[in-house]
């Protein structure tokens, strides 16, 4: 089975006016992209995210190197027809309705007037604008616009979905609103690459990633491994009372073991605000459906200072 | 077939945009009153000379108006794509450029269709009315002696050549849009070559005395490069009541074609490169 995406030894430049000076935007990038992966690309601004993109959608043609799509050369066009993309804050044909816009990228993308209706109709239920499709989008919100971007890329049920940035300038609710589209995108088959700032987000729904830093991926692999704690162990319990934090110091401590640290988890301002506002079921992580309060004990075997909180 | 079908939808979605921008209402609503206005000369009696004067008037409009909604639509309607990042949604669809230029091309094409299709009408409408009137006239009745004489047929064709010629106007226009940075120069730029192509010639008569060979060479290659467009001032015929020569049509619509399928093709290598 062909990756969704293979990218080998990828080098973009970009000349510089009309001397010999280039700018290296994407430098011997190598990437592997799992069908049905929720893959995050990481990077500070310049980090060559958007090149890379750029070059996967056919958008730029590599300087060296290779990129395929579904094992097709990403710039011929037959490897699109799988791929939907959200561009980063998206501007779509203000004087379109959302429907109206839905319904003519379907047809772009090969589907009959009538499928591509039908399928409209379908991906604007399904990212939950049903009520605001026959709207212009130039009325629609920050959230809405990314929700119809959303729809866009998906009216042609493509296997591979591009998202940059899809919670830019969006609210909390709204954000949540797309990681869970992502989440039931991944349920749906489908693979998801998905550039974002957002960290926290990133650490939610996706399963693998790739940090870019001036062009070089640095660092890249399942999400569990890359922000494993190196040397710890994390056990939860639920409300472990004083007397048995101490009990368990000293046993542990017999067993040549310091507890470095006992402490209640903290939530995140995110998950206490959709709590808050009553949207607790859009709280997501990874590996856990929300999070659980009780204690956690943070133990390193070979640590020397033991500190209590 | 395919890529037909992704020509007419993006070709049908630049009209549509267009028919919503107010720079083509406002053209048209200016072009149809001066059309309209040069009804309102005949205070000034021009006897029968009146009809010259309004199809002069009128095509002189269609002309100006016509060839100002070619280049700045076309320019708007590109440039829209572009700062919108509408063109990165629907080029990261199966979509090639050449699909893209080309649908951009017919859609603003068919935009001015409709502009020179009402004026011309429009036209036709007037000159009409006033020769039923100057018929009706004593002082003028001799003028007519086997009815009416405006070539109404005629009208037609030239309108349809004068859509031609703003057809190779906006494939100039793409050309430039397909490296240009800014829409303002799009546009200034397409107007001087405008201009080159209203002014050539006068390069084509020069070029027969220069005897400076290379000089010669570069006359003849602008010769070639830039389109001769008085060719395309065939509204004489109409105003002095000759019927229009097949030759005449038949020539200008294979220059006409020549230069579209060129320039398109110049646009789509001019936008090939271009970072979206």
Redesign the interface.
């Known amino acids: 089975m062909a990756p969704a995406i293979e990218i080998k030894e990828l080098t973009k430049d970009?000349p510089l006016g009309l001397g010999k000076y280039k700018l290296r935007a994407v430098d011997h990038l190598s990437l592997r992209v799992e069908q049905n992966q929720v893959f995050g690309l990481l990077g500070p601004n310049g980090s060559g995210k958007s090149t890379t993109m750029?070059v996967i959608?056919?958008?730029?043609t590599p300087t060296a190197g290779e990129c395929r799509v579904y094992g097709l050369p990403s710039n011929k066009?037959?490897a699109?027809?799988e791929?939907g993309?959200l561009?980063e804050?998206?501007?779509?044909?203000k004087?379109?309705s959302g429907l109206e816009m839905v319904v003519?990228?379907g047809?772009?993308?090969?589907l009959s007037a009538a499928r591509a209706r039908e399928r409209a109709w379908e991906v604007i239920e399904w990212v939950g604008l049903k009520d605001a499709a026959r709207r212009r989008v130039g009325t629609y919100s920050k959230g809405m616009l990314q929700r119809i971007g959303i729809a866009?890329a998906l009216v042609h049920d493509p296997q591979l979905i591009?998202l940059d940035e899809p919670t830019a300038g969006v609210d909390p609710v709204g954000s949540a609103e797309i990681s869970s589209l992502v989440l039931k995108l991944k349920e749906a088959g489908k693979t998801i690459l998905l550039c974002s700032h957002l960290l926290a987000q990133v650490e939610d729904i996706c399963d693998h990633v790739a940090i870019m830093n001036k062009g070089r991926c640095i660092r890249q692999g399942p999400l569990a491994e890359i922000t494993e704690g190196q040397g710890d162990t994390e056990i939860r319990l639920d409300q472990l009372p004083e007397p048995e934090v101490e009990a368990l110091r000293r046993w542990l401590g017999e067993r040549g073991i310091d507890l470095r640290q006992v402490k209640r988890p903290q939530l995140r301002l995110d998950e206490v605000f959709l709590r808050e506002i009553g949207k607790a079921d859009l709280i997501y992580r990874q590996g856990s459906e929300s999070v659980q309060l009780g204690s956690q004990v943070t133990s390193d075997k070979a640590g020397k200072d033991s500190e209590n909180e | 077939m395919?890529s037909l079908?992704?020509i007419r939808?993006?070709a049908g979605?630049t009209f549509?945009?267009a028919v919503?921008q107010k720079l083509f209402l406002f053209l048209v609503f200016i072009a149809a009153a001066f059309i309209v206005s040069s009804f309102y000369f005949r205070d000034l009696d021009f006897g029968f000379s009146e009809l010259k004067f309004i199809s002069d008037f009128g095509f002189g409009a269609i002309v100006f108006f016509g060839s100002i909604l070619s280049i700045a639509g076309a320019a708007q309607l590109f440039f829209n794509e572009i700062e919108?990042?509408?063109a990165?949604?629907?080029?990261?669809?199966?979509?090639?450029r050449i699909e893209f230029i080309l649908g951009k091309f017919t859609g603003v094409w068919a935009v001015v269709l409709a502009f020179t299709a009402m004026m011309t009408l429009l036209l036709m409408a007037i000159l009409w009315y006033r020769e039923g009137i100057l018929m009706g006239m004593e002082r003028f009745a001799r003028d007519f002696p086997e009815g009416r004489k405006v070539l109404y047929g005629d009208i037609l064709w030239v309108g349809f050549l004068q859509w031609l010629k703003f057809g190779i106007l906006i494939s100039i226009t793409m050309i430039v849009a397909g490296f240009a940075r800014t829409n303002l120069f799009t546009v200034v730029i397409s107007f001087f070559i405008l201009i080159i192509c209203h002014l050539q010639y006068l390069a084509r008569d020069a070029w027969a005395e220069i005897a400076f060979w290379p000089a010669r060479m570069g006359v003849a290659v602008m010769g070639f490069a830039f389109p001769n467009f008085q060719v395309f001032n065939v509204g004489e015929y109409v105003a002095l009541y000759e019927p229009l020569p097949w030759s005449v049509i038949g020539s200008l619509v294979g220059l006409s074609a020549i230069y579209i399928i060129v320039y398109n093709l110049l646009a789509v290598v001019s936008f090939r490169s271009r970072?979206?």
């Open positions: 970009f750029k959608l056919g958008l730029l066009t037959a699109r027809k791929v993309f561009p804050a998206p501007y779509f044909y004087y379109l003519l990228m047809k772009i993308c090969g866009q591009i | 395919n079908r992704i939808l993006i979605n549509l945009e919503r919108n990042r509408t990165l949604t629907i080029l990261a669809k199966p979509v090639r970072e979206i």
